[in-house]
T-cell receptor, first 113, second 113 residues
Framework: DAGVTQSPTHLIKTRGQQVTLRCSPK?????VSWYQQALGQGPQFIFQYYEEEERQRGNFPDRFSGHQFPNYSSELNVNALLLGDSALYLC????????????FGSGTRLTVV | QQQVKQSPQSLIVQKGGIPIINCAYENTAFDYFPWYQQFPGKGPALLIA?????SEKKEGRFTISFNKSAKQFSLHIMDSQPGDSATYFCAAREDNYGQNFVFGPGTRLSVLP
């Protein structure tokens, strides 16, 4: 049983460009959350998707947007990239009604130059 | 109110020692407190979790102690091994569906052989 899979694993982009990161949740999970983890810091909540809708959002600008597809997979889009967007982007999945923790993917390392 | 504080920032112990990592929170709406372990290049993995109606929980060599009145909780690793060397994050979730977590800044643990 595959866990949470993310692609690509690494990415280098130039300031001002746009990027799309992808996530497939663990089998049986219908809720996807995205986190940003800067080097040496804890993950910061970006937003969460369930039933193809954004359900909760953290303190991130509108440059960060997402989408969830009918098969529960999800995309994170970041527009007008800044140097400060360089981080590990983590996708986590869980059942919507779970009262326990997530399953995280291994992340996408985004470097903005 | 959403912050979770974590200490120490880094910790070095000898094999067999008992490292202790401490966390504190302010938001009394938090209802679930997991600990995550993260190895370099990997996403965080759920290690053990506790709810505020329990003062202690053990799973293998890992123990969480929880002090609801002090709004503090800690992770103890018994008989630590070099393979336990990783970064540990405490986290907390507010009691709502569509869970999202607030993470501490992490503790880098090194267990020397």
């Amino acid at each position: 049983d595959a866990g949470v899979t993310q692609s690509p694993t690494h990415l280098i982009k130039t300031r001002g460009q746009q990027v799309t990161l992808r996530c497939s949740p663990k089998s049986g999970h219908d809720t996807v959350s995205w986190y940003q983890q800067a080097l040496g810091q804890g993950p910061q909540f970006i937003f969460q998707y369930y039933e193809e809708e954004e359900r909760q959002r953290g303190n991130f600008p509108d440059r960060f947007s997402g989408h969830q597809f009918p098969n529960y997979s999800s995309e994170l889009n970041v527009n007008a990239l800044l140097l400060g967007d360089s981080a590990l982007y983590l996708c986590a999945s869980s059942p919507w009604d779970s009262r326990s923790g997530y399953t995280f993917g291994s992340g996408t390392r985004l470097t903005v130059v | 109110q959403q912050q979770v504080k974590q200490s120490p920032q880094s910790l070095i112990v000898q094999k067999g020692g008992i490292p202790i990592i401490n966390c504190a929170y302010e938001n009394t709406a938090f209802d679930y407190f997991p600990w995550y372990q993260q190895f370099p290049g990997k996403g965080p993995a759920l290690l053990i979790a506790i709810r505020p109606d329990v003062s202690e929980k053990k799973e293998g060599r890992f123990t969480i102690s929880f002090n609801k009145s002090a709004k503090q909780f800690s992770l103890h690793i018994m008989d630590s091994q070099p393979g336990d060397s990783a970064t540990y994050f405490c986290a907390a979730r507010e009691d709502n569906y569509g869970q999202n977590f607030v993470f501490g800044p992490g503790t880098r643990l090194s267990v020397l052989p």
